[in-house]
């Protein structure tokens, strides 16, 4: 788990860290290691499509900008982040122990532990509202006495970018690339601030999850949720993905860079290095006073051994 931002999810502004200067050698193309499997999946047509932020919104350092024109090959992504009954079913047949079970702690969010306080391990000065938890992991996301016994279709949490690559090599999948998240999320609406327009409540509905009221301290749960949501509560876009705005922050392929344009326009795929892998969507802690971040081209990042109560996946695959 970041020591500095526990949770993964930077301070606004906070200035990221750049992997590679510009012209770096790219990653290679992320790719399916086991047999394809397509179960879940929507296809995403080929072609160009505008990529980051066309209204200046982004915070400094975040690396939004500049709108540029990306061109993909066709793909699939699957229409919902992965839940607790898929994720349940790959640790059955495969025994695997994710990063939070092995370190035996894991970020939880102040308001949503109900534990006695024995079990906090710390609790990060400059996010405070960030609880270090024992115990804390995907099976237990507020830590002990929590469960996902009646959260089987919420999205599975507390996942690191490692817990992730192993499930879609058991799936048959594979993790998608910044640019090809960005494209499905966006649904085919050019330009738009959300996956649905660009007001954030049309007609006075929220078709999101976040966080409503005064962050850190009150959350009104407008919304309906003070967590997670099971993850087709709300109507899904445009290519029919639900909630690629808010609920849980998503893990991509891509290792971090400020300049993304920097590595190209033809099937990206971020530098070759890093420190910080990216993560798209925002979640359901997401607040304009704070974390802007569930408009469709805001980006974050954490190292790949991050995990918290807010930070699960979505798998993709090639057409």
């Known amino acids: 788990m970041s020591a500095c931002c526990a949770g993964g999810v930077p301070e606004p502004g906070a200035e990221p860290i750049a992997a590679g200067p510009p012209g770096a050698a790219s990653a290679p193309r992320p790719r399916v290691t086991g047999t394809r499997n397509t179960r879940g999946q929507v296809l995403i047509p080929a072609g160009g499509f505008a990529m980051g932020d066309a209204f200046d919104e982004g915070y400094a350092g975040d690396g939004e900008g500049p709108v540029r024109t990306v061109t993909l090959p066709a793909f699939r992504i699957d229409a919902t982040a992965v839940t607790n009954q898929a994720f349940a079913a790959f640790v059955k047949a495969t025994g695997h122990v994710t990063t939070a079970e092995r370190e035996g702690f894991s970020a939880v969010f102040h308001a949503a532990y109900a534990g006695d306080g024995r ?32 959260r089987q279709n919420h999205p599975v949490v507390h996942v690191s970018h490692d ?28 330009g738009a601030r959300y996956a649905w327009g ?3 409540t049309p007609r006075g509905r929220w078709p999101l999850n976040i ?3 005064e962050f850190p301290v009150t959350n009104t749960v407008e919304d309906g949720y003070a967590t997670t949501a099971p993850v087709k509560t709300y ?16 893990w991509c392929a891509d290792w971090f860079t400020a300049d993304p344009a920097a590595h190209g326009t033809d099937d990206p795929t971020g530098p070759a290095t890093g420190v910080t892998r990216v993560m ?40």
Request: proline share 7%.
């Open 119 to 150: 079990d906090v391990l710390g609790q990060p000065p400059q996010t405070p509202w960030w609880l270090t938890v024992a115990g804390a992991s995907w099976r237990a996301p507020e830590g002990a006495g929590s469960d996902v016994v009646r």
């Open 163 to 190: 817990d992730a690559l192993a499930y879609c090599a058991w799936a048959g999948k594979r993790l998608p690339t910044e640019a090809e998240w960005e494209k499905a999320a966006r649904g085919g609406l050019e």
């Open 198 to 200: 660009d007001e954030l």
């Open 211 to 213: 966080f409503q009221g």
């Open 235 to 250: 109507p899904p876009n445009g290519y029919g993905l639900y909630q690629v705005s808010g609920n849980v922050w998503e």
């Open 280 to 319: 798209r969507g925002g979640s359901y802690l997401c607040h304009a006073s704070y974390c802007h971040r569930y408009r469709v081209a805001a980006r974050s990042s954490a190292p790949p051994d991050s995990t918290a109560g807010n930070l699960g996946f979505r798998c993709a695959g090639d057409a």
